[in-house]
């Protein structure tokens, strides 16, 4: 009941909280059959939320064991369908044996059609790329097919979640779930040798992840370069779109640019740092801009005024987080969502006046936050413009060189 109360609240948030969320092959997700979602891990727990809210089926996760710290959280965890999974460093051997009974749970759901989700990698790791999985999706997937001779098969839907800036709040974030793969391919292979049963599914799972996922260079330089690369060829499709979408552009354009050969970083990083020195984006350079100021910030402006202090208490929560980047954002998420909970009694106490004008700042985030964004959009297109005509020439020239 819990999740399906906290579902909505955390859907209207986070179609705000990024300017936009592009979700493509959600018909790959069998409606009405065993499927376990495993997706790479770059946030502490945004991935989970996203697929919780845009896409249709009921969910069950894994969690570290170390969050289940008390009575509370353990009850409010497992009324988000949120089961825990123990590592020796959350108590030794005693509490890795619990593992048992939670894969005896995920058996269960599976049997009875359920749907899973699982961050394969095991691990969350804020960067463009996707590391070894661990052996625990396979090993689900195999125990339950093996454990119920009535279970047909158990599908893995490889889902990668992909965002062109995670730390960034209105930035955007681009899902495609993949073909999914047959649990029963496998099964065979896993009653002759678990081992190897598990290890052929698990190498199977990463390449058909991979596929999905962008991945960049480990080295700072080529790492920075590659991102200049990515923001480039996505400025190259135009004016980014806003909201929900379901076209899978931006990502197949992102997937491409990440699979090309690495290239000299240094001219990549210069073009980079002269727009850094005029406070420009790349897309200031590619596309016309607007030249009058935008006449309806002002109203967006007073309808985003009673959020304001929810936004700012969120970022205070997220800085006093664990002081890790993986963290930082979905902490200051699960604050925002927390805290638009709190105003909703608010409309039950205020007069009416006041009642209409917080219903409408509610109703209008998305709208107001996009009027506030087209006036730093209107102010970098005034500055490029100010530039001198030689030097606007320079960065165009540089950047239709490096394409």
């Keep these: 009941m819990v999740y399906h109360l906290v579902r909505p609240v955390a859907r209207y948030v986070l179609s705000y909280y990024f300017r936009n969320i592009d979700i493509t092959g959600l018909a790959n997700i069998p409606p009405n059959a065993a499927v376990i979602l495993a997706a790479n891990h770059p946030t502490a727990f945004i991935e989970p939320c996203l697929l919780a809210c845009f896409q249709s089926r009921t969910l069950h996760f894994l969690a570290r064991g170390d969050l289940y710290k008390n009575r509370l959280a353990t009850a409010a965890l497992r009324a988000l369908n949120i089961l825990p999974v123990y590592r020796i460093q959350d108590g030794g051997y005693a509490k890795l044996s619990r593992n048992y009974e939670t894969f005896a749970q995920c058996y269960r759901a599976l049997s009875?059609?359920?749907?899973?989700?699982?961050?394969a990698e095991g691990r969350c790791i804020h960067e463009k790329n996707l590391r070894p999985l661990r052996k625990g999706t396979a090993r689900i997937a195999?125990?339950?097919?093996d454990r119920d001779a009535t279970l047909g098969e158990v599908y893995i839907v490889p889902v990668g979640v992909n965002f062109t800036a995670a730390e960034r709040y209105r930035s955007t974030v681009m899902i495609r779930c993949g073909a999914p793969l047959r649990t029963s391919d496998y099964l065979a292979a896993?009653?002759?040798?678990?081992?190897?049963?598990?290890?052929?599914?698990?190498?199977?799972?990463?390449?058909?992840?991979?596929?999905?996922?962008?991945?960049?260079?480990?080295?700072?330089?080529?790492?920075?370069?590659?991102?200049?690369?990515?923001?480039?060829?996505?400025?190259?499709?135009?004016?980014?779109?806003?909201?929900?979408?379901?076209?899978?552009?931006?990502?197949?354009?992102?997937?491409?640019?990440?699979?090309?050969?690495?290239?000299?970083?240094?001219?990549?990083?210069?073009?980079?740092?002269?727009?850094?020195?005029?406070?420009?984006?790349?897309?200031?350079?590619?596309?016309?801009?607007?030249?009058?100021?935008?006449?309806?910030?002002?109203?967006?402006?007073?309808?985003?005024?009673?959020?304001?202090?929810?936004?700012?208490?969120?970022?205070?929560?997220?800085?006093?987080?664990?002081?890790?980047?993986?963290?930082?954002?979905?902490?200051?998420?699960?604050?925002?969502?927390?805290?638009?909970?709190?105003?909703?009694?608010?409309?039950?106490?205020?007069?009416?006046?006041?009642?209409?004008?917080?219903?409408?700042?509610?109703?209008?985030?998305?709208?107001?936050?996009?009027?506030?964004?087209?006036?730093?959009t209107w102010r970098r297109a005034r500055r490029f413009t100010q530039l001198s005509p030689e030097l606007r020439r320079e960065l165009r020239e540089l950047r239709a060189g490096l394409l």
């Design 112 to 119: 009875q059609c359920k749907a899973i989700m699982i961050l």
């Design 142 to 145: 195999l125990g339950a097919l």
């Design 190 to 376: 896993f009653r002759m040798n678990e081992a190897e049963g598990i290890r052929q599914l698990t190498e199977s799972v990463r390449a058909a992840l991979s596929e999905h996922v962008i991945q960049l260079p480990d080295r700072p330089t080529d790492n920075a370069a590659g991102e200049v690369r990515l923001a480039m060829a996505r400025n190259n499709l135009g004016d980014p779109p806003a909201g929900i979408t379901h076209s899978g552009k931006q990502v197949q354009v992102e997937l491409e640019e990440s699979a090309k050969r690495p290239v000299d970083p240094a001219p990549f990083l210069r073009y980079a740092a002269q727009l850094q020195t005029h406070g420009l984006r790349d897309e200031d350079v590619v596309s016309a801009r607007p030249t009058r100021f935008p006449a309806a910030s002002p109203l967006g402006v007073v309808l985003l005024l009673p959020l304001l202090p929810l936004w700012l208490v969120a970022e205070i929560v997220a800085l006093r987080g664990p002081a890790t980047i993986e963290f930082y954002s979905p902490v200051r998420f699960a604050a925002v969502a927390a805290g638009t909970l709190l105003y909703l009694p608010l409309l039950f106490v205020v007069s009416w006046p006041w009642k209409l004008y917080l219903l409408a700042c509610l109703l209008t985030v998305r709208w107001s936050l996009r009027t506030v964004e087209d006036v730093i």
